[in-house]
């Protein structure tokens, strides 16, 4: 499965920051939330889940003074970041390496920063407790990911027209919380919702595939008769409106 979605999202990474609307949002979000380079240990600062090099920027003029590491398992991301950055910024001490967020080959982090990535690890909760044992003491992480109460809008229609709904699962702070308590301290949690309008019904499928997201992990799929259902009835729901998503992302940030 990490093999298909490697190969998905390294197929979107040329065309994914013209669709990739939420992600875009939640960055300048995360952005703001970066940590002082003074409030961190020495060590370098890695980013899982780079993608196309929209947070990778800003942590390149953050901590210029620090190595970087950044780290996405689809090498057509990697390859999109490293363009994006070495036509903007060149700074020597960028790594870029084909990784995945839950297997990372990486030792004494002062910071391990991801946006909307965690969402396609296998065990999220664990995932979190091995990247923290790669921090050094007083390191920090920070991330963001599409939450469980994301997408109320496409849960709503297939109750409504008695079919499956196949968002992947999320993942939930509530459930996270106790799980990361022996291993941080000072946890912070929050989320925020964001919007995203999309023209149609289609349009929003379409943007699912165009940023490589459409990789179902529970090999749940409609038939075409049933897509044709989910389609049409959405859509004649919607009165020739506009589809509004509601995206509900939360934001998690720890010390070691």
Known sequence: MKKRIANNFSQAAANYDKFALVQKKSIVTMAGLLPLPHNLPPGPVLEIGCGTG????????????????????ASGMIEQCRQNL????????????????EALAARGCALIVSSLTMQWFNDPASALGDIGDILRDKGQILFS????????????????????????????HRHLLPLLEGKFKDIKLWSEDID???????????SLKKTGAATQLKGLRLNSSEMRKLLKGWQLKLGGGPL?????????????
């Open 54 to 73: 929209r947070l990778s920027q800003k942590l390149s003029t953050a901590f210029q003074n620090r190595s970087l590491i950044f780290t996405d398992m």
């Open 86 to 101: 070495t036509q903007a910024l060149h700074f020597p001490r960028h790594i870029w390496l084909v990784m995945d967020g």
């Open 145 to 172: 990911y599409i939450g469980a109460d994301s997408c109320p809008q496409w849960w709503q229609v297939c109750a409504e027209l008695q079919l499956p709904c196949t968002i992947n699962p999320l993942p939930d």
């Open 196 to 206: 995203i309008e999309y023209a149609t019904v289609r349009d929003f499928f379409y």
């Open 244 to 256: 509004t998503m509601t995206y509900n992302i939360q934001y998690l940030r720890a010390v070691r």
